[in-house]
Each structure stands twice: as structure tokens, then as C-alpha cells.
């Protein structure tokens, strides 16, 4: 089983910044890619930024240019440090990661029980 453990989650005025990590732990033989998710009060699930292990990424347009993820491969961490946050950004955000378990006949496909993100003066 892989666990995926997320902390760095708070309170924060808008303009301010936060930085999400996020590790894996477990029977993991490889990694192919890990996400970020958020989910606000009454609104579904969304994508916030995915990284494959070889660093390609990918963002929602309503964080470009102010949200970065980042891959440790070695420590199976990835991070999201948020900039110049607002009050959208309020939700409670969930690590995914998906790969190869480490007896090598199945991949997996983990979350994150998710921490909370608030925004707000």
C-alpha cells in the first residue's frame, strides 16, 4: 500500500503564500507523476498542478504564473508553493500520485486525506 501524507496547509491573507508538501511512503517501486487537487465548499474536485517524475508540468490557468510544483524523486515529495494567494484559492487540497507498486505487477493510484487552504483577511 502507498500512503501519501500532506502538510503545510493554513490561514493566510490574500497576497501572502503558502507551500504545500506532500511525501509517499509505502511499497512504491517507481513514481510516474504527482498532482495537486482542490475542492472548495459546494464545488467538485479540480486540478490544480500535476509533475511527472521527469519534471513536466502542467497548472490550471487560474493559478499560471502563481503556483509551482515540484518533484524530489529521492524522498518521493512533491511540493506546491502558492503565491500571491486570494480568496478563491480557499479549498482543502489533495495529494495524488499514481505508479508502479513495488512488486512490480500493479500500479497504483493514492491520495492524500488533504489539508486546508484558507484565504482571507
Known amino acids: 500500500q502507498v500512503q501519501l501524507v500532506e502538510s503545510g496547509g493554513g490561514l493566510v491573507q490574500p497576497g501572502g503564500s503558502l507551500r504545500l508538501s506532500c511525501a509517499a511512503s509505502g511499497s512504491i517501486f517507481s513514481i510516474n507523476a504527482m498532482s495537486w487537487y482542490r475542492q472548495a465548499p459546494g464545488k467538485q474536485r479540480e486540478l490544480v498542478a500535476a509533475i511527472t517524475s521527469g519534471g513536466t508540468t502542467n497548472y490550471a490557468d487560474s493559478v499560471k504564473g502563481r503556483f509551482a510544483i515540484s518533484i524530489d524523486n529521492a524522498k518521493n515529495t512533491v511540493y506546491l508553493q502558492m503565491n500571491s494567494l486570494k480568496p478563491e484559492d480557499t479549498a482543502v487540497y489533495y495529494c495524488?500520485?499514481?505508479?508502479?507498486?513495488?512488486?512490480?505487477?500493479?500500479?497504483?493510484?493514492?491520495w492524500g486525506q488533504g489539508t486546508q487552504v484558507t484565504v482571507s483577511s
Open positions: 495524488n500520485a499514481w505508479g508502479v507498486m513495488a512488486t512490480m505487477t500493479s500500479d497504483f493510484n493514492s
